[in-house]
């Protein structure tokens, strides 16, 4: 008997297409774990970043790695899935130079009832947090100054900011910690896989600085006793590398140096000593905060990273003729609002600010600085895409911009050579996007990462906000509520009745603390957030953050310039 | 296209460090003449139609019908009064963050100079109020707080520019309520902080020079071993103690907040235990009740003029204090401690003449010279003499009277207030603000829900020193 083996073989393969695509369909909404690995996407316009756009070709993904790249219709395998991307662009995997993505944020502790807490107790609770953080590392400084935090540790991929981030477009982020002072060492990680270990690529990469002071009552509170806490603790770690060096050459008859777990976690960044010195992100946006930082790197022989770099434009030709990077924040200086109709018109340089925010990107790439966009923080994931499309407005090249947010980016963090780019061998990290990349309108429909495939539908809770998708949420938002706000010792209550139009927040809040509209009001994956003014013996703007904890239920915490409390909900039927 | 775009790039960022650069050497090896003016010298008297000629930051010349090269910028003073720029020894302005650590007592280890902000608007109205020279200070939350930086206000400069490169460093120290922080609200959870007591801060302070005086010990040994042992470890490096060390070996100037008596005396007595010197005392507003033992210590005294009665330490203060002082040889200076009196000291000068009959010039150096003098560059500034910095002030009319206005600063010959070029900026700046407020980022938002900005509304105060806020004195 004659076998048409081709034909056997065509027919075979296409059922187990069939089953595969199945299997996968009933698997994937729990684990991707047997999820095809293998894929062909064809009639793509794909941007390599690394050679020429492709305006018609085809990227063949296979076990995480991107295996082909070309124009036309390519060889496809018969063994994989195929997603046709007509008129669809296909961008290297975009990558946010610096979030806290994957790691939980503090939530408020809220005990069962309403039961609420004074600041007394909120501050307690804080306190014992660092306690914690303190007997995690079995350090003896406090929390804010623990360089061996890393992010690594912290990752937990079942933190819902890492689908929030994949549905928004990212594959990559560069992970920090959400520490002060020292924010700890950070972990680049691709947005997909079961462990923290699966997600991380490179770890660490980096350790981050702010100089931002601590709590009242724990050193250092002011700006310049972050500089000082700073500045002793690189001074004493120089001086236990040194001590720990001559030990080992003679220990015999030799004191034993202390083992110091932050000190010693300091030493991949110390100069002079460290072959491969490894590099410390400075979080420094306007001029003078840079040329502090600067001023510090050198002090030390540091080998520096800026982050923010709001006005390190200023600074072009310095940072190429040091070679320093700049993780380039698109959260762009907003306009605050309050309801004070007698309020001072805004100084100029904040006026000069807001204008002058998007034109640094031109000037860095001009003078031929390596800098990469991150998200800064930002509320909403939209803003980057729209504030990286007003960089390109002000006269950042579009390739340039494409390039800040995949292969410089890699470049910067040392993974060129593994992601960055649409090149054969490269990790399978892919955007797949219809319509303009820095167009509002545009949609990310696939996220490949580490070739795994993940759909985003056009209706999903993709950005935090954004596509004005998150409709349930929305909805169990909009209604009239009662709060119940702790302020010191006692409870004040409140009703708020708040109404949503995508995923923007409006209303009008009322107590005994005064009634006004509310403002800045928003709805995202994490929860919902709006700004009331209060009158608590002055005006002071009152930050509401919080979530639907249940049916008719919420809970959050109230910040003002005084501190931080909590507050319960209820909804009024 | 693209090659004659790169080209005028790499022209223009070449040229423009290098043009700043020529402005610089032009205006400081150009030579300046202001002529025919009232000199208020602060050194030797009053001259009366006398020319002064200004080359390369320096004055060079003092006379009558000076001549100048060709090339120099002429400036007609006729009928207006000059004054060398007034030296403010007590400043909290341009301090990024909080005035003060508040965590510890003693913060020796905090630096005014590693967050100095050259942009804030208060130097600009301090320059419009004759100042060129702060003294910026550590609030005086703190026994012993951070160190000073000495500083010319050198507008439109970067931080750096503005440090006085051979000022003697200093530091502050702090007695009485602030230090022991009657005022201060602690915030729930928080514990209140030692010392509590005038007694507990004499002891804070005898503690940290105990400590130095160990660490000085430590490291002199440590030197002494090491030339025969190069395999020595260095002992540790305590930045909060090295400050303190430099006061004992008398490289670091004690500018000391305080009030009473009693306790001046008690700071004086501890400072002869350890022998160091107190360069100033601060606001003293009992100095006059022990002004021969300050003179024979040596310690000079700066202070307010006639601010009283606003803590319960400041009740004793007489406006006679600047003249009692003098009279027993104290060099005296007055400063500000304030964003809203620096721009005014010049009328604080002259009350010193109508409480006590200080002389018209001695009241004169209580704003120039003796602040100069008390913060270690008065060899370079605060009088218009040959060979010092062309640090000076062209006034309307006598700076004493309440009727004089500032038409130009100058520090080092370089002009960084010009009353006449600010009025004339202000149509230009009027113009950038109105196109600011149609960009779309400034622009308001269309939305009912928009409200107007929220703008921080600033609050200068005058009658209050720096330890006085909740969040420890920080004046922004």
Excluded: C
Aim: hydrophobic fraction near 40%; charged fraction near 20%.
């Amino acid at each position: 008997m004659k076998i048409n083996l081709s034909r056997f073989f065509a027919v075979f393969a296409s059922a187990v297409l069939l089953l595969s695509s199945l299997f996968y369909q009933q698997v994937s909404a729990q684990s991707s774990a047997n999820a095809p690995r293998a894929f062909a996407i064809t009639n793509a316009r794909i941007v390599t970043t690394s050679g020429a756009d492709i305006e018609r070709g085809t990227i063949i993904v296979r076990d995480g790695l991107i295996v082909a790249v070309g124009a036309g219709n390519l060889q496809v395998p018969v063994d994989v899935r195929v997603i046709d991307a007509n008129g669809l662009t296909v961008y290297p995997g975009i990558i946010d130079a610096s979030a806290s993505t994957g790691i939980p944020a503090p939530r408020p502790t809220q005990q069962a009832g309403g039961g609420g807490q004074n600041i007394a107790q909120f501050l307690q609770q804080q306190q014992q947090a660092q306690q914690q953080a303190q007997a995690q590392s079995n350090s003896t400084y406090p929390a804010g100054l623990l360089p061996e935090i890393a992010a690594a540790d912290l990752i937990r991929t079942s933190d819902s900011s890492i689908e929030t981030a994949r549905n928004s477009g990212f594959t990559t982020v560069l992970v920090v910690p959400r520490e002060r002072i020292f924010q700890g060492q950070s972990a680049l990680i691709n947005l997909s896989g079961e462990t923290a270990g699966e997600a991380i690529v490179r770890a660490p990469v980096a350790l981050h600085l702010t100089f931002v002071p601590l709590q009242v009552g724990q050193f250092p509170t002011s700006l310049m006793g972050s500089f000082a806490a700073v500045r002793q603790m690189f001074l004493d770690a120089q001086q236990l590398q040194e001590a720990q060096r001559n030990y080992e050459k003679n220990p015999r008859g030799t004191r034993r140096p202390d083992s110091n777990k932050s000190l010693e976690a300091l030493f991949p960044y110390l100069s002079r000593q460290t072959p491969g010195q490894a590099p410390i992100v400075f979080q420094a946006n306007t001029e003078r905060e840079i040329g502090r930082v600067l001023n510090f790197a050198r002090e030390f022989n540091l080998k520096a990273i800026i982050a923010g770099g709001a006005e390190s434009g200023r600074f072009a030709e310095q940072l190429k003729a040091q070679d320093i990077p700049v993780l380039l924040s698109l959260n762009f200086p907003r306009r605050t609002s309050s309801t004070s109709p007698e309020a001072d018109p805004e100084s100029m340089s904040v006026l000069r600010a807001r204008a002058e925010a998007p034109k640094t990107a031109a000037r860095l790439a001009a003078a031929g600085v390596r800098f990469a966009f991150q998200s800064g923080g930002m509320a909403n994931y939209t803003d980057f895409w729209a504030n990286a499309g007003r960089a390109v407005q002000a006269g950042l090249a579009r390739p340039a911009a494409i390039r800040a947010m995949t292969l410089g980016s890699a470049e910067i963090f040392g993974v060129a050579d593994r992601m960055g780019s649409i090149e054969p061998g490269k990790i399978a990290n892919l955007t797949v996007v219809r319509g303009d990349i820095f167009d509002r309108a545009r949609t990310v429909t696939h996220v490949f990462v580490d070739g795994r495939m993940y759909e985003i539908p056009a209706a999903a809770p993709t950005t935090t906000g954004g596509g004005g998708a998150n409709a349930a949420a929305a909805q169990a938002i909009a209604g009239k509520w009662n709060l119940t706000i702790q302020l010191g010792g006692q409870t004040v209550q409140a009703t708020v009745t708040l109404t949503t139009q995508r995923n923007q927040l409006a209303g009008q809040f009322e107590s005994t603390l005064g009634a006004a509209p509310i403002s800045q009001g928003e709805i995202s994956a994490e929860g919902f957030r709006f700004v009331v003014k209060l009158n608590v013996g002055e005006q002071v703007d009152a930050v509401f953050a919080g979530r639907i904890t249940g049916e008719n239920q919420m809970t959050g915490t109230v910040t003002a310039p005084q501190g931080t409390t909590s507050f319960t909900g209820t909804k009024t039927p | 296209m693209k090659k004659i775009l790169s080209l005028f790039l790499i022209v223009l960022f070449v040229s423009a460090p290098l043009s700043a650069q020529q402005r610089n050497t032009a205006a400081n090896a150009n030579e300046i003449l202001i002529r025919n003016a009232t000199v208020l010298t602060a050194a030797r008297g009053r001259l009366e139609g006398t020319d002064i000629l200004i080359r390369a930051g320096k004055i060079a010349q003092i006379g009558k019908n000076l001549r100048a090269g060709a090339n120099a910028q002429t400036i007609d003073a006729t009928g207006k009064f000059v004054t060398p720029g007034i030296v403010d020894a007590h400043s909290h302005a341009a301090v990024d963050g909080s005035v003060n650590e508040t965590s510890y007592s003693v913060t020796s280890m905090t630096r005014v100079h590693d967050v100095i902000n050259p942009n804030d608007i208060n130097l600009y109205r301090a320059l419009a109020g004759g100042v060129t020279v702060l003294n910026v200070l550590h609030g005086s939350a703190n026994s012993i707080g951070g160190q000073n930086a000495t500083i010319k206000i050198k507008w439109k400069r970067p931080a750096q520019d503005f440090l006085i490169p051979d000022a003697p460093p200093g530091i502050k120290f702090a007695l009485g309520e602030n230090p022991k922080r009657s005022h201060s609200n602690l915030q729930p959870g928080q514990t209140r902080r030692y010392p509590a007591t005038r007694m507990g801060v004499e002891e804070t302070i005898r503690d940290a020079f105990i400590r130095a005086r160990d660490y000085k010990a430590e490291w002199d040994e440590f030197r002494e071993k090491s030339k025969r042992d190069k395999n020595l470890t260095a002992p540790r490096r305590d930045i909060e103690l090295e400050p303190l060390v430099e006061i004992l070996e008398g490289r670091r100037l004690v500018h000391s907040h305080g009030y009473r008596s009693d306790e001046f005396l008690m700071l004086l007595n501890l400072a002869d235990e350890f022998g160091f010197k107190v360069k100033t005392l601060q606001h003293g507003l009992e100095a006059y009740k022990i002004a021969p033992e300050i003179a024979r210590h040596g310690a000079a005294a700066s202070i307010f003029v006639d601010n009283w009665g606003y803590k319960i330490e400041a009740f004793d203060a007489i406006p006679y204090n600047a003249a009692i002082l003098y009279r027993n040889g104290v060099s005296v200076s007055i400063n500000s401690d304030s964003n809203e009196r620096h721009r005014r000291l010049n009328l604080e000068a002259a009350k010193t003449m109508k409480y006590g009959d200080v002389p018209e010039e001695e009241a004169l150096k209580m704003i120039t010279l003796n602040p100069a003098t008390q913060l270690g560059i008065g060899n370079r500034t605060g009088s218009i003499e040959v060979g010092k910095d062309a640090d000076i002030v062209i006034w309307t009319a006598h700076p004493f009277s309440p009727y004089a206005r500032v038409e130009r600063t100058m520090i080092e010959g370089e002009t960084f207030f010009d009353r006449e070029q600010d009025v004339q900026n202000r149509a230009a700046l009027a113009a950038e603000r109105q196109t600011l407020e149609r960009d779309e980022a400034n622009r308001p938002s269309t939305s009912p829900r928009a409200t107007q900005p929220a703008v921080p509304r600033e609050r200068v105060k005058a009658d209050l020193d720096d330890a006085d806020d909740i969040d420890g004195g920080n004046h922004k």
